[in-house]
Protein backbone atom coordinates (compact mmCIF):
# COMPACT_ATOMS: atom_id res chain seq x y z
CA UNK A 1 0.00 0.00 0.00
CA UNK A 2 1.44 3.12 -0.95
CA UNK A 3 1.76 5.93 1.77
CA UNK A 4 2.19 8.81 -0.05
CA UNK A 5 5.37 10.47 -0.62
CA UNK A 6 8.23 11.48 1.85
CA UNK A 7 10.94 14.03 2.47
CA UNK A 8 13.99 12.12 3.18
CA UNK A 9 16.98 12.47 4.83
CA UNK A 10 20.10 10.80 3.67
CA UNK A 11 23.89 10.52 4.90
CA UNK A 12 26.80 9.22 2.67
CA UNK A 13 29.74 7.95 4.56
CA UNK A 14 32.97 8.78 3.05
CA UNK A 15 33.97 11.52 0.45
CA UNK A 16 36.38 9.78 -1.63
CA UNK A 17 35.50 8.65 -5.47
CA UNK A 18 32.12 7.33 -4.70
CA UNK A 19 30.84 9.44 -1.51
CA UNK A 20 31.47 12.52 -3.98
CA UNK A 21 29.39 10.20 -6.69
CA UNK A 22 26.78 9.48 -4.42
CA UNK A 23 26.30 12.92 -3.21
CA UNK A 24 26.16 14.58 -7.10
CA UNK A 25 23.62 11.48 -7.90
CA UNK A 26 21.49 12.56 -4.57
CA UNK A 27 21.47 16.22 -5.44
CA UNK A 28 20.31 15.58 -9.26
CA UNK A 29 17.72 13.37 -7.85
CA UNK A 30 16.15 16.09 -5.81
CA UNK A 31 17.50 15.02 -2.18
CA UNK A 32 18.14 18.05 -1.18
CA UNK A 33 18.91 16.89 2.81
CA UNK A 34 22.33 14.87 2.20
CA UNK A 35 25.04 15.37 4.42
CA UNK A 36 28.35 13.52 3.67
CA UNK A 37 30.43 12.25 6.77
CA UNK A 38 34.08 11.78 6.15
CA UNK A 39 36.40 11.60 9.03
CA UNK A 40 39.45 13.50 7.30
CA UNK A 41 39.50 17.20 6.31
CA UNK A 42 39.79 16.89 2.99
CA UNK A 43 37.64 15.01 0.21
CA UNK A 44 39.47 12.09 -2.44
CA UNK A 45 39.65 9.50 -0.08
CA UNK A 46 42.49 7.02 -1.27
CA UNK A 47 43.97 9.74 -3.70
CA UNK A 48 44.41 11.77 -0.03
CA UNK A 49 45.46 9.23 1.73
CA UNK A 50 48.16 7.81 -1.01
CA UNK A 51 50.54 10.10 -1.68
CA UNK A 52 53.84 7.94 -2.93
CA UNK A 53 56.17 9.24 -5.15
CA UNK A 54 55.07 7.44 -8.55
CA UNK A 55 51.34 7.44 -7.76
CA UNK A 56 48.70 7.27 -10.51
CA UNK A 57 46.13 4.80 -11.71
CA UNK A 58 45.95 2.26 -13.85
CA UNK A 59 43.03 2.86 -15.30
CA UNK A 60 43.36 5.39 -18.19
CA UNK A 61 42.27 8.77 -16.55
CA UNK A 62 39.38 9.40 -19.61
CA UNK A 63 37.84 6.25 -18.16
CA UNK A 64 38.93 6.75 -14.86
CA UNK A 65 36.44 10.31 -14.89
CA UNK A 66 32.71 10.62 -14.21
CA UNK A 67 31.15 9.99 -16.96
CA UNK A 68 29.09 13.27 -16.25
CA UNK A 69 32.73 15.51 -15.86
CA UNK A 70 34.72 14.23 -18.57
CA UNK A 71 37.85 16.21 -19.33
CA UNK A 72 40.16 17.59 -21.63
CA UNK A 73 43.24 18.40 -19.44
CA UNK A 74 44.46 15.07 -18.44
CA UNK A 75 48.05 15.34 -18.70
CA UNK A 76 48.62 11.62 -19.58
CA UNK A 77 47.15 8.67 -20.27
CA UNK A 78 47.67 7.74 -16.91
CA UNK A 79 47.62 10.85 -14.83
CA UNK A 80 50.10 11.28 -11.58
CA UNK A 81 47.68 11.09 -8.07
CA UNK A 82 48.16 14.43 -7.28
CA UNK A 83 46.35 14.86 -10.27
CA UNK A 84 43.75 12.56 -9.50
CA UNK A 85 43.13 14.29 -6.17
CA UNK A 86 42.70 17.44 -7.79
CA UNK A 87 39.93 16.25 -10.14
CA UNK A 88 38.02 14.68 -7.39
CA UNK A 89 38.34 18.05 -5.83
CA UNK A 90 37.27 20.25 -8.36
CA UNK A 91 34.36 17.72 -9.39
CA UNK A 92 32.85 17.94 -5.15
CA UNK A 93 34.08 21.47 -5.49
CA UNK A 94 31.80 22.58 -8.44
CA UNK A 95 28.82 19.98 -7.76
CA UNK A 96 27.98 21.51 -4.19
CA UNK A 97 29.67 18.33 -2.48
CA UNK A 98 32.06 20.15 -0.24
CA UNK A 99 29.45 22.38 0.89
CA UNK A 100 27.13 18.79 2.58
CA UNK A 101 30.60 17.38 3.88
CA UNK A 102 30.98 17.37 7.75
CA UNK A 103 34.75 16.85 7.75
CA UNK A 104 36.68 15.55 10.56
CA UNK A 105 33.95 13.51 11.61
CA UNK A 106 33.82 9.91 12.03
CA UNK A 107 30.67 7.32 11.91
CA UNK A 108 31.56 4.97 14.65
CA UNK A 109 27.90 3.87 14.89
CA UNK A 110 24.69 3.09 12.82
CA UNK A 111 21.97 1.78 14.82
CA UNK A 112 18.37 0.89 12.95
CA UNK A 113 15.71 2.04 15.46
CA UNK A 114 11.95 2.69 14.46
CA UNK A 115 12.38 2.83 10.84
CA UNK A 116 15.28 5.03 10.66
CA UNK A 117 19.17 4.74 11.28
CA UNK A 118 20.82 7.07 14.44
CA UNK A 119 24.11 7.84 13.88
CA UNK A 120 27.12 8.66 16.16
CA UNK A 121 30.15 10.42 15.38
CA UNK A 122 33.97 10.44 16.65
CA UNK A 123 33.57 14.07 18.09
CA UNK A 124 30.03 12.90 19.78
CA UNK A 125 27.20 14.33 16.94
CA UNK A 126 24.08 12.42 16.53
CA UNK A 127 21.81 12.24 13.65
CA UNK A 128 19.38 10.34 12.39
CA UNK A 129 18.67 9.57 8.44
CA UNK A 130 16.50 7.70 6.52
CA UNK A 131 18.74 6.37 4.22
CA UNK A 132 22.56 5.60 4.55
CA UNK A 133 25.18 5.22 1.18
CA UNK A 134 28.25 3.65 2.71
CA UNK A 135 31.13 4.67 0.11
CA UNK A 136 34.20 4.01 2.76
CA UNK A 137 36.49 2.23 -0.05
CA UNK A 138 37.67 -0.88 -0.55
CA UNK A 139 41.72 -1.04 -0.03
CA UNK A 140 41.91 1.53 2.86
CA UNK A 141 43.46 -0.21 6.25
CA UNK A 142 47.17 -0.91 5.72
CA UNK A 143 48.29 -4.63 5.92
CA UNK A 144 51.44 -4.15 8.34
CA UNK A 145 53.27 -7.19 7.84
CA UNK A 146 54.43 -9.68 10.84
CA UNK A 147 58.28 -9.64 10.77
CA UNK A 148 60.36 -9.90 13.63
CA UNK A 149 62.15 -6.96 14.88
CA UNK A 150 59.92 -5.01 12.76
CA UNK A 151 59.96 -2.33 15.49
CA UNK A 152 63.92 -2.28 16.44
CA UNK A 153 64.16 -0.05 13.04
CA UNK A 154 66.29 2.77 13.76
CA UNK A 155 65.55 4.58 10.40
CA UNK A 156 62.15 5.85 9.05
CA UNK A 157 59.35 3.33 8.52
CA UNK A 158 55.56 3.70 7.27
CA UNK A 159 53.12 2.47 4.94
CA UNK A 160 52.97 3.57 1.20
CA UNK A 161 49.93 4.58 1.61
CA UNK A 162 51.36 6.90 5.08
CA UNK A 163 54.06 8.09 2.71
CA UNK A 164 56.10 10.77 5.20
CA UNK A 165 56.70 13.95 2.97
CA UNK A 166 59.18 15.00 5.72
CA UNK A 167 61.68 12.42 5.02
CA UNK A 168 64.57 12.64 2.79
CA UNK A 169 64.70 10.50 -0.27
CA UNK A 170 67.27 11.97 -2.43
CA UNK A 171 70.57 9.79 -1.68
CA UNK A 172 68.70 8.00 1.06
CA UNK A 173 69.56 4.16 1.25
CA UNK A 174 65.38 2.95 0.61
CA UNK A 175 64.32 -0.16 1.03
CA UNK A 176 60.56 -1.64 -0.07
CA UNK A 177 58.99 -4.38 0.67
CA UNK A 178 56.25 -5.90 -1.79
CA UNK A 179 56.12 -6.25 -5.41
CA UNK A 180 52.33 -5.13 -6.06
CA UNK A 181 51.65 -2.43 -7.96
CA UNK A 182 52.24 0.21 -5.09
CA UNK A 183 55.82 -1.33 -4.62
CA UNK A 184 56.19 -1.08 -8.68
CA UNK A 185 55.35 2.09 -9.52
CA UNK A 186 57.70 3.37 -6.70
CA UNK A 187 60.24 1.80 -7.63
CA UNK A 188 60.17 3.62 -10.95
CA UNK A 189 59.90 6.64 -9.43
CA UNK A 190 62.74 6.35 -6.73
CA UNK A 191 65.24 4.46 -8.72
CA UNK A 192 67.35 7.28 -9.91
CA UNK A 193 66.70 9.97 -6.89
CA UNK A 194 68.26 7.48 -3.89
CA UNK A 195 71.54 6.45 -3.14
CA UNK A 196 70.66 2.81 -3.47
CA UNK A 197 67.17 0.76 -3.79
CA UNK A 198 66.33 -2.44 -2.15
CA UNK A 199 63.13 -4.14 -3.69
CA UNK A 200 61.98 -7.08 -1.27
CA UNK A 201 60.15 -9.60 -3.45
CA UNK A 202 58.38 -12.08 -1.96
CA UNK A 203 56.68 -12.94 -5.38
CA UNK A 204 57.61 -11.54 -8.68
CA UNK A 205 54.98 -9.91 -10.90
CA UNK A 206 53.68 -9.98 -14.41
CA UNK A 207 54.40 -6.50 -15.84
CA UNK A 208 52.86 -5.45 -18.49
CA UNK A 209 54.50 -2.89 -20.85
CA UNK A 210 52.32 -0.27 -20.94
CA UNK A 211 53.15 3.15 -22.20
CA UNK A 212 52.16 6.39 -20.31
CA UNK A 213 52.44 9.49 -22.99
CA UNK A 214 51.55 13.12 -22.45
CA UNK A 215 48.69 14.32 -24.15
CA UNK A 216 49.80 17.10 -26.21
CA UNK A 217 48.84 20.95 -26.10
CA UNK A 218 47.25 20.26 -29.35
CA UNK A 219 45.45 17.24 -28.32
CA UNK A 220 44.21 18.73 -25.36
CA UNK A 221 43.02 21.51 -27.56
CA UNK A 222 40.97 19.27 -29.62
CA UNK A 223 39.53 18.01 -27.12
CA UNK A 224 38.51 21.60 -25.92
CA UNK A 225 36.81 22.08 -29.34
CA UNK A 226 35.58 18.42 -30.08
CA UNK A 227 33.91 17.39 -26.10
CA UNK A 228 32.06 14.63 -28.02
CA UNK A 229 35.56 13.24 -28.63
CA UNK A 230 35.93 12.64 -24.75
CA UNK A 231 33.26 10.10 -24.75
CA UNK A 232 33.86 8.52 -27.54
CA UNK A 233 36.97 7.78 -26.49
CA UNK A 234 35.81 6.81 -22.95
CA UNK A 235 33.36 4.64 -24.56
CA UNK A 236 36.66 2.58 -26.69
CA UNK A 237 38.29 2.47 -23.39
CA UNK A 238 35.14 0.68 -21.70
CA UNK A 239 35.19 -1.55 -24.32
CA UNK A 240 38.84 -2.91 -24.39
CA UNK A 241 38.14 -3.42 -20.75
CA UNK A 242 35.47 -5.42 -21.19
CA UNK A 243 37.53 -7.29 -23.24
CA UNK A 244 39.76 -7.67 -20.56
CA UNK A 245 37.08 -8.08 -17.88
CA UNK A 246 35.51 -11.42 -20.04
CA UNK A 247 39.51 -12.52 -19.93
CA UNK A 248 40.34 -12.65 -16.65
CA UNK A 249 36.81 -14.60 -15.74
CA UNK A 250 37.82 -17.17 -17.93
CA UNK A 251 41.36 -19.07 -17.33
CA UNK A 252 41.62 -20.44 -20.21
CA UNK A 253 40.76 -17.23 -23.07
CA UNK A 254 42.46 -15.96 -25.84
CA UNK A 255 43.17 -12.82 -24.07
CA UNK A 256 44.73 -14.01 -21.02
CA UNK A 257 46.98 -16.25 -22.88
CA UNK A 258 47.78 -12.88 -25.36
CA UNK A 259 48.59 -10.82 -21.67
CA UNK A 260 50.58 -13.79 -21.13
CA UNK A 261 52.74 -13.64 -23.77
CA UNK A 262 53.12 -9.87 -24.10
CA UNK A 263 54.46 -9.99 -20.48
CA UNK A 264 56.56 -12.85 -21.26
CA UNK A 265 57.93 -10.71 -24.12
CA UNK A 266 58.62 -8.12 -21.54
CA UNK A 267 60.60 -9.57 -19.68
CA UNK A 268 62.80 -11.73 -22.29
CA UNK A 269 63.35 -8.50 -24.31
CA UNK A 270 64.34 -6.02 -21.02
CA UNK A 271 65.77 -7.94 -18.76
CA UNK A 272 69.03 -8.44 -19.71
CA UNK A 273 71.00 -10.27 -17.14
CA UNK A 274 69.92 -13.87 -17.31
CA UNK A 275 70.09 -14.43 -13.01
CA UNK A 276 67.99 -10.93 -12.59
CA UNK A 277 65.46 -12.53 -15.30
CA UNK A 278 64.89 -15.56 -13.81
CA UNK A 279 64.60 -13.90 -10.51
CA UNK A 280 61.97 -11.50 -11.86
CA UNK A 281 60.21 -14.49 -14.23
CA UNK A 282 56.35 -14.93 -12.51
CA UNK A 283 55.56 -18.99 -11.38
CA UNK A 284 52.00 -18.37 -11.91
CA UNK A 285 49.25 -17.37 -14.70
CA UNK A 286 48.94 -13.74 -15.89
CA UNK A 287 46.73 -11.72 -14.36
CA UNK A 288 45.93 -13.87 -11.70
CA UNK A 289 47.04 -11.42 -8.99
CA UNK A 290 46.18 -7.94 -10.27
CA UNK A 291 48.19 -7.67 -13.37
CA UNK A 292 50.71 -4.53 -13.14
CA UNK A 293 51.23 -2.24 -15.99
CA UNK A 294 54.24 -0.37 -16.28
CA UNK A 295 56.54 0.68 -19.07
CA UNK A 296 59.33 1.28 -16.93
CA UNK A 297 60.13 -0.84 -14.01
CA UNK A 298 62.28 -3.22 -15.73
CA UNK A 299 64.62 -0.61 -16.54
CA UNK A 300 64.35 1.07 -13.01
CA UNK A 301 64.86 -2.35 -11.26
CA UNK A 302 68.27 -2.21 -13.67
CA UNK A 303 69.56 0.76 -12.76
CA UNK A 304 72.89 0.03 -10.99
CA UNK A 305 72.25 1.43 -7.55
CA UNK A 306 68.95 -0.99 -7.58
CA UNK A 307 68.97 -4.65 -5.86
CA UNK A 308 66.42 -6.88 -6.69
CA UNK A 309 66.51 -8.89 -3.06
CA UNK A 310 64.67 -12.98 -3.52
CA UNK A 311 66.24 -14.29 -0.65
CA UNK A 312 63.78 -14.02 2.31
CA UNK A 313 63.46 -11.39 5.14
CA UNK A 314 64.92 -13.04 8.40
CA UNK A 315 64.45 -9.65 10.72
CA UNK A 316 64.59 -6.57 10.48
CA UNK A 317 67.32 -5.08 12.69
CA UNK A 318 68.02 -1.40 13.61
CA UNK A 319 70.17 -0.85 10.82
CA UNK A 320 67.76 -2.42 8.62
CA UNK A 321 67.18 -5.71 6.83
CA UNK A 322 68.36 -9.04 7.40
CA UNK A 323 68.13 -11.76 4.78
CA UNK A 324 68.18 -15.43 5.11
CA UNK A 325 71.36 -16.36 3.56
CA UNK A 326 73.23 -13.97 6.18
CA UNK A 327 72.93 -10.13 4.52
CA UNK A 328 71.93 -7.22 6.31
CA UNK A 329 70.58 -4.40 3.89
CA UNK A 330 71.31 -0.98 5.40
CA UNK A 331 68.62 1.37 5.31
CA UNK A 332 67.54 4.94 6.19
CA UNK A 333 63.91 4.48 5.12
CA UNK A 334 61.94 1.62 4.80
CA UNK A 335 58.84 1.14 2.86
CA UNK A 336 56.08 -1.36 3.67
CA UNK A 337 53.93 -1.33 0.27
CA UNK A 338 52.41 -4.32 1.83
CA UNK A 339 48.66 -4.30 0.46
CA UNK A 340 45.84 -3.64 2.30
CA UNK A 341 43.28 -5.96 4.65
CA UNK A 342 41.02 -5.90 1.89
CA UNK A 343 37.97 -7.69 3.42
CA UNK A 344 37.76 -4.82 6.37
CA UNK A 345 34.80 -3.11 4.82
CA UNK A 346 33.42 -0.27 6.48
CA UNK A 347 35.52 -0.91 9.61
CA UNK A 348 35.59 -0.14 12.49
CA UNK A 349 32.41 1.25 12.14
CA UNK A 350 29.69 -0.52 14.36
CA UNK A 351 26.39 -1.45 12.39
CA UNK A 352 23.14 -2.70 13.82
CA UNK A 353 20.12 -3.38 12.09
CA UNK A 354 16.35 -4.73 12.43
CA UNK A 355 16.11 -7.18 15.58
CA UNK A 356 19.53 -6.18 17.33
CA UNK A 357 21.23 -8.15 14.70
CA UNK A 358 24.74 -6.52 13.97
CA UNK A 359 27.09 -6.19 11.40
CA UNK A 360 29.79 -8.63 13.38
CA UNK A 361 26.68 -11.42 12.98
CA UNK A 362 25.69 -10.70 9.35
CA UNK A 363 29.79 -11.22 8.36
CA UNK A 364 30.57 -14.09 10.21
CA UNK A 365 32.51 -15.78 8.74
CA UNK A 366 33.18 -13.29 6.34
CA UNK A 367 31.77 -9.61 4.70
CA UNK A 368 29.14 -10.58 2.04
CA UNK A 369 25.77 -8.57 0.23
CA UNK A 370 23.54 -9.11 -2.47
CA UNK A 371 25.20 -7.59 -5.39
CA UNK A 372 27.79 -6.23 -3.16
CA UNK A 373 25.30 -3.30 -2.37
CA UNK A 374 22.68 -4.59 -0.14
CA UNK A 375 22.17 -7.08 3.25
CA UNK A 376 19.10 -8.45 4.28
CA UNK A 377 18.02 -7.01 7.64
CA UNK A 378 19.61 -3.79 7.52
CA UNK A 379 17.06 -1.81 5.72
CA UNK A 380 17.67 1.05 3.54
CA UNK A 381 21.34 0.91 4.07
CA UNK A 382 23.49 0.73 1.03
CA UNK A 383 26.95 0.39 -0.28
CA UNK A 384 28.86 1.10 -3.06
CA UNK A 385 32.14 -0.96 -3.99
CA UNK A 386 31.24 -3.16 -1.18
CA UNK A 387 31.96 -6.46 -0.47
CA UNK A 388 32.83 -9.03 -3.51
CA UNK A 389 32.26 -6.38 -5.88
CA UNK A 390 33.90 -5.84 -9.53
CA UNK A 391 37.36 -4.70 -8.76
CA UNK A 392 39.55 -7.16 -11.16
CA UNK A 393 41.44 -4.32 -13.09
CA UNK A 394 37.70 -2.67 -13.97
CA UNK A 395 37.48 1.10 -13.68
CA UNK A 396 35.99 1.52 -10.22
CA UNK A 397 33.88 5.14 -11.08
CA UNK A 398 32.30 3.16 -13.91
CA UNK A 399 31.25 0.29 -11.32
CA UNK A 400 30.20 3.13 -9.05
CA UNK A 401 28.23 5.05 -11.31
CA UNK A 402 26.54 1.75 -12.18
CA UNK A 403 25.78 1.06 -8.19
CA UNK A 404 24.58 4.33 -7.30
CA UNK A 405 21.89 4.40 -10.09
CA UNK A 406 21.14 0.71 -8.80
CA UNK A 407 20.35 1.94 -5.24
CA UNK A 408 18.84 5.71 -5.95
CA UNK A 409 16.00 2.85 -7.74
CA UNK A 410 15.35 1.51 -5.02
CA UNK A 411 16.04 4.60 -2.57
CA UNK A 412 13.01 6.63 -5.07
CA UNK A 413 10.61 3.62 -3.76
CA UNK A 414 11.27 4.72 -0.59
CA UNK A 415 10.15 8.34 -0.97
CA UNK A 416 7.71 7.58 -3.44
CA UNK A 417 6.29 5.93 -0.50
CA UNK A 418 5.65 2.52 -2.09
CA UNK A 419 7.46 1.02 0.81
CA UNK A 420 9.00 2.17 4.46
CA UNK A 421 11.87 0.01 4.34
CA UNK A 422 13.70 -1.88 1.88
CA UNK A 423 16.83 -4.53 1.99
CA UNK A 424 17.83 -7.82 -0.05
CA UNK A 425 16.47 -10.80 1.28
CA UNK A 426 18.19 -13.75 3.02
CA UNK A 427 17.02 -15.87 0.04
CA UNK A 428 18.67 -13.64 -2.68
CA UNK A 429 21.66 -12.88 -0.56
CA UNK A 430 22.43 -16.97 -0.22
CA UNK A 431 22.23 -17.52 -4.24
CA UNK A 432 24.14 -14.81 -5.44
CA UNK A 433 26.83 -16.02 -2.88
CA UNK A 434 26.20 -19.21 -3.85
CA UNK A 435 26.59 -18.82 -7.46
CA UNK A 436 29.05 -16.28 -7.00
CA UNK A 437 31.30 -18.81 -5.58
CA UNK A 438 30.94 -21.38 -7.79
CA UNK A 439 31.97 -19.05 -10.91
CA UNK A 440 34.72 -17.75 -8.90
CA UNK A 441 36.39 -21.47 -9.57
CA UNK A 442 36.55 -20.84 -13.32
CA UNK A 443 38.94 -17.00 -12.82
CA UNK A 444 42.70 -16.94 -13.41
CA UNK A 445 42.64 -15.64 -10.07
CA UNK A 446 42.25 -19.21 -8.87
CA UNK A 447 45.44 -20.86 -10.88
CA UNK A 448 47.50 -20.76 -8.40
CA UNK A 449 49.00 -17.39 -6.27
CA UNK A 450 48.34 -15.42 -3.41
CA UNK A 451 46.18 -12.42 -3.71
CA UNK A 452 44.24 -9.64 -2.26
CA UNK A 453 41.43 -10.87 -4.16
CA UNK A 454 41.30 -14.07 -2.22
CA UNK A 455 39.44 -14.41 1.07
CA UNK A 456 40.38 -16.92 3.94
CA UNK A 457 38.77 -19.92 1.80
CA UNK A 458 41.06 -19.06 -1.02
CA UNK A 459 38.24 -18.01 -3.32
CA UNK A 460 38.04 -14.58 -4.99
CA UNK A 461 36.23 -12.02 -2.95
CA UNK A 462 35.29 -10.34 -6.23
CA UNK A 463 32.44 -10.58 -9.05
CA UNK A 464 33.38 -13.54 -10.76
CA UNK A 465 31.57 -12.65 -14.32
CA UNK A 466 31.93 -10.55 -16.90
CA UNK A 467 31.52 -6.64 -17.06
CA UNK A 468 28.77 -6.97 -19.21
CA UNK A 469 26.88 -8.93 -17.02
CA UNK A 470 27.71 -6.67 -13.97
CA UNK A 471 26.32 -3.95 -16.20
CA UNK A 472 22.92 -6.11 -16.95
CA UNK A 473 22.63 -7.12 -13.39
CA UNK A 474 22.63 -3.11 -12.26
CA UNK A 475 20.04 -2.21 -15.16
CA UNK A 476 16.81 -2.39 -12.62
CA UNK A 477 16.41 -4.03 -9.23
CA UNK A 478 14.48 -7.45 -9.52
CA UNK A 479 12.11 -6.78 -7.10
CA UNK A 480 11.95 -10.49 -6.06
CA UNK A 481 15.32 -10.32 -4.39
CA UNK A 482 14.12 -7.53 -2.34
CA UNK A 483 11.92 -7.27 0.95
CA UNK A 484 10.13 -3.65 0.77
CA UNK A 485 8.27 -3.80 4.16
P1 LIG B 1 49.33 -5.70 -3.03
O1 LIG B 1 49.05 -5.81 -4.47
O2 LIG B 1 48.46 -6.43 -2.08
O3 LIG B 1 50.85 -6.11 -2.83
C1 LIG B 1 51.38 -6.29 -1.56
C2 LIG B 1 52.80 -6.77 -1.70
O4 LIG B 1 53.38 -6.90 -0.41
C3 LIG B 1 52.90 -8.13 -2.37
O5 LIG B 1 54.02 -8.13 -3.22
C4 LIG B 1 53.11 -9.07 -1.19
O6 LIG B 1 53.83 -10.24 -1.52
C5 LIG B 1 53.94 -8.20 -0.29
N1 LIG B 1 53.87 -8.61 1.10
C6 LIG B 1 52.78 -8.57 1.91
N2 LIG B 1 53.13 -9.00 3.15
C7 LIG B 1 54.44 -9.31 3.09
C8 LIG B 1 55.36 -9.82 4.05
N3 LIG B 1 54.99 -10.10 5.30
N4 LIG B 1 56.63 -10.03 3.65
C9 LIG B 1 57.01 -9.75 2.39
N5 LIG B 1 56.19 -9.27 1.43
C10 LIG B 1 54.92 -9.05 1.80
O7 LIG B 1 49.32 -4.16 -2.53
P2 LIG B 1 49.54 -2.81 -3.36
O8 LIG B 1 50.72 -2.88 -4.22
O9 LIG B 1 49.42 -1.68 -2.39
O10 LIG B 1 48.30 -2.79 -4.34
C11 LIG B 1 47.01 -3.09 -3.87
C12 LIG B 1 46.02 -2.76 -4.95
O11 LIG B 1 45.82 -1.36 -4.95
C13 LIG B 1 46.43 -3.08 -6.35
O12 LIG B 1 46.24 -4.42 -6.69
C14 LIG B 1 45.53 -2.17 -7.10
O13 LIG B 1 44.24 -2.69 -7.13
C15 LIG B 1 45.54 -0.95 -6.23
N6 LIG B 1 46.59 -0.05 -6.69
C16 LIG B 1 46.52 0.37 -7.94
C17 LIG B 1 47.49 1.18 -8.40
C18 LIG B 1 47.39 1.59 -9.78
O14 LIG B 1 46.38 2.02 -10.19
N7 LIG B 1 48.44 1.45 -10.53
C19 LIG B 1 48.55 1.57 -7.64
C20 LIG B 1 48.62 1.11 -6.37
C21 LIG B 1 47.62 0.29 -5.90
P3 LIG B 1 53.11 -11.53 -2.17
O15 LIG B 1 52.83 -11.14 -3.58
O16 LIG B 1 54.10 -12.59 -2.02
O17 LIG B 1 51.87 -11.76 -1.37
Same mark, same amino acid.
Given at each position: ?100 ? #? ?9 ? /? =? !? @??? %? ?99 ? #? ?9 ? /? =? !? @??? %? ?248
Amino acid at each position: MNTGPRQLRCAVIGAGMAGILSAIKLAEAGFTDVTVYEKADRVGGTWRENTYPGLSCDVPSHLYSYSFALTPEWSRRFAPGPEIRAYFERIARENGVTQRV #RFGDQVLGCVF /S =E !G @RWH %LTTASGHRDQVDVVIAATGVLHHPNYPVIEGIDTFKGTMFHSSRWDDSVQIDGARIGIIGTGSTAVQMVSALANRVARLSLFQRTAQWIMPQENPAYSDEE #RTELREHPDLL /S =E !G @RQS %LSDLFDLFSNAVVDSESAEIKMIERACLANLEDNVHDPDLRERLRPTYRAACKRLILSPDFYDAIQSPNADLVTDDIERIEPGGVRTTDGRLHELDVLVLATGFKADAFMRPMSLVGRNDFTLDEAWDPRPAAYLSISMPEFPNFFMVNGPNGPVGNFSLIEVAELQVRYILQLVERIRAGDCREVSATHEALAEFERAREQAAQHTVWVTGCRSWYLDDRGLPAVWPWSFVRFRQAMEVPDPAAFEFA
